[in-house]
């Protein structure tokens, strides 16, 4: 009989031991899946930000062209910044172009030629 009991109590411990390490592994996805969701969250949010601040730039490029007179390269050199290229000028620009509520210019259509021409 004690032979017995201690079989049972060998596979008692054995179900508890499965059961612990289930439930850790549980826990573990858990935590990972909140991790993984804030992961999401925070490249929407900076994304979000980096969209609005692109508008807000290709907005005040489009100023410079469109309502100052500025050819794009002329309006890059007011800028000042090493790092903006005349490529991410007119990106910028066509992006405020085509954020803008109301304004379906085609390339073809713009008062800047040189704002629909990708360089």
Do not use: F
Not at 1 to 18: E, G, I, N, P, T
Not at 44 to 56: C, F, I, S, T
Not at 94 to 104: I, L, S, T
Request: glycine fraction near 8%; proline fraction near 3%.
């Amino acid at each position: 009989m004690q032979k017995q009991a201690r079989r049972q109590q060998a596979r008692l411990r054995a179900r508890q031991a499965r059961a612990k390490a289930r439930e850790e592994q549980a826990e573990k996805e858990r935590r990972l899946a909140r991790l993984g969701a804030a992961v999401v969250a925070a490249l929407a949010e900076r994304d979000a930000a980096v969209a609005e601040y692109e508008q807000r730039a290709g907005r005040a490029l489009r100023s410079l062209t469109a309502e100052e007179g500025l050819q794009t390269q002329v309006a890059l050199a007011w800028c000042g910044s090493e790092k903006l290229t005349l490529r991410e000028v007119r990106r910028l620009i066509r992006g405020a172009v085509d954020g803008a509520e109301g304004d379906h210019l085609s390339q073809d259509e713009h008062p800047h030629p040189d704002i629909g021409n990708p360089g």
